[in-house]
């Protein structure tokens, strides 16, 4: 099997191969170790050999939909996208210290088992609470392989989430299912990942869109765990129904997000979160479809005011992609009416209809912009310069969705 080919096997599948070799020492490498130890010894080639012939085994990949065929993503698509999770599994293995297991025991006496944070002697879950803004693969890895030890925490209870409900576990296992549409469905392409801050508070202002199902916040908070180095938690600001709903309003909580509400938001703030907003709120989330790019009133501003107040930048930031996978073909005030009847606390005026249940496998682009710092005085803006301050985030984010669409050749 060439070196490609074991980078697109799972964990789980190498440590097997490894297993039925007598590779020792398994139990404690990381992926890439794995992948390194099973490669074969290099040959002298042969002269019947044909250099341009190459064999190419079946695209089978057992984790997720990269084996499934599907409209608009081509094999090379599905061919990076392992090559990008392989990275990120990687990278993110390198925070994590196989060799060594949590010194955290119950009350019953029973050990943690999970392995620790790199220069710590404490896991993820039992740690310093780091994991609330940094998330590190409680295992070491990413993916399904991990979900039986992950399991064993959630069900027992062995640690509490943060203050704002965020549960490692379940983020963890949401992440893992989520990157399966960043990487491979929407092959999501990030640019100016250095400009979110690798510590310390910051507002992450970006434009709306997806017709009723926020995929735009699930992708900007995946962006960052995914690219940003190290990798830090977005903590998304979501509109009032997704409080509301049952098993919603708790999975929302869980995986990190947070409510909409100025106390909720200063606090994440002053505690070195990133703040992820979208400002347009329900008007920018039903825009029909001859709207989409157009980047509309960012609220009354508020955001700007709770950047001041913490004193830390606000990083505006494009997405392509969100205002195009349910095309909205029109839009109902009455059904509207009808959610306002369902909750009261709604302030939506109007609903976007689409066509397709199935979001169409849109190719993503997501550019963070220079961060606008605050005030040096630190002292509260007045009504005015918070409104130019708003409107030039505005004007920046709309510039480069200008230019993300002038340079796109195709959607997909």
């Not at 989520?178 to 910051?202: Q, T």
């Not at 990190?256 to 709120?281: C, I, M, Q, W």
Request: charged share 25%.
């Amino acid at each position: 099997m060439m070196q490609r080919d074991l980078t697109s096997l799972t964990k789980r599948e190498l440590y097997g191969m490894a297993r039925d070799r007598d590779i020792s020492g398994r139990s404690s490498m990381s992926r890439s170790e794995l992948v390194e130890a099973l490669r074969p010894p290099p040959t002298e080639p042969h002269e019947d050999d044909n250099p341009e012939v190459e064999v190419v085994e079946d695209d089978f990949d057992v984790d997720g939909i990269g084996s499934v065929p599907l409209p608009g993503i081509s094999p090379e698509d599905r061919a990076e996208a392992r090559a990008r999770r392989t990275a990120l599994e990687d990278r993110l293995s390198q925070f994590v210290d196989q060799s060594r297991h949590c010194s955290w025991t119950s009350i019953e006496g029973h050990p943690c088992g999970l392995p620790v944070l790199a220069g710590t002697d404490r896991c993820g879950l039992h740690g310093d609470g780091s994991i609330a803004d940094r998330p590190i693969p409680l295992t070491g890895s990413l993916g399904f392989s991990s979900w039986p030890t992950l399991w064993r925490h959630l069900t027992l209870a062995t640690y509490d989430p943060d203050a704002f409900g965020l549960d490692p576990v379940v983020a963890e296992m949401t992440w893992s299912v989520l990157n399966r549409l960043y990487y491979d469905y929407f092959r999501v392409e990030v640019e100016g990942i250095e400009n979110v801050p690798s510590n310390g508070g910051a507002v992450l202002v970006a434009n709306h869109g997806g017709a009723a199902v926020p995929y735009d916040g699930a992708m900007l908070a995946l962006a960052v765990m995914n690219e940003a180095e190290p990798p830090r938690r977005v903590r998304v600001i979501g509109t009032e129904i997704f409080n509301m709903l049952p098993f919603v309003s708790h999975l929302y909580r869980k995986v990190g997000a947070a409510y909409a509400g100025r106390d909720d938001a200063r606090e994440l703030l002053k505690r070195g979160h990133l703040l992820g907003v979208f400002p347009e709120g329900e008007r920018g989330f039903m825009k029909p479809v001859w709207e989409a790019y157009r980047v509309g009133r960012l609220g009354r501003g508020g955001f700007a005011d709770l950047a001041q107040d913490a004193g830390v930048p606000i990083v505006p930031v494009a997405i392509i992609g969100s205002e195009e996978v349910h095309p909205a073909v029109m839009v109902s005030k009455r059904l509207a009416q009808l959610v306002r009847l369902i909750f009261p606390e709604q302030r939506v005026e109007e609903i976007a209809i689409a066509l397709n249940p199935i979001p169409l496998p849109i190719r993503w682009k997501i550019r963070f912009l220079p961060p606008v710092e605050p005030s040096g005085d630190g002292e509260p803006i007045d009504g005015l310069e918070q409104l130019e301050r708003v409107e030039d985030v505005r004007r920046s984010i709309q510039t480069a969705l200008d230019d993300m669409l002038a340079h796109r050749t195709t959607a997909f």
